[in-house]
């Protein structure tokens, strides 16, 4: 079971960037699957959650309105696009799952066990 993150790179304040989780071994629509990301010197954050039904679970502290979460055009993904970057979202961005969980809510609370490889997102002018 492998996941991988990718999408990541340099994007200026104010841009937009779209990422993707990835995986082999497991098919994502049978797992909720999560976000994560983990700034410089920080623990690895929470960001959102997604069911095997589409629920979306939020961290506290994300802005719903910046970090949208969908399945992904490409078979067995699962994308976050992020809008209106700021260098706070600088960080190494994960995604993770639980597998055979199916909440997202359940997901998000007791935290993946499965993690892919991450992508960097740097936010600089």
């Known amino acids: 079971v492998q996941l991988q993150a990718s999408g990541g790179g340099l994007v200026q304040p104010g841009g937009s960037l779209r990422l993707s989780c990835a995986a082999s071994?497991?098919?994502?629509?049978?797992?909720?699957i999560g976000w994560f990301h983990q700034a410089p010197g920080k623990e690895r954050e929470g960001i959102l959650c997604i069911s095997t039904n589409n629920d979306i679970t939020y961290y506290p502290d994300f802005a719903k309105d910046r970090f949208t979460v969908s399945r992904g055009k490409a078979k067995n993904t699962i994308d976050l696009r992020i809008d209106n970057l700021t260098s706070e979202d600088t960080a190494v961005y994960y995604c993770?799952?639980?597998?055979?969980?199916?909440?997202?809510?359940?997901?998000?609370?007791?935290?993946?066990?499965?993690w892919g490889q991450g992508t960097q997102v740097t936010v600089s002018s």
């Open positions: 993770g799952t639980d597998l055979g969980q199916a909440s997202s809510y359940a997901l998000c609370h007791r935290r993946p066990t499965t």
């Open positions: 071994g497991l098919t994502l629509d049978d797992h909720a």
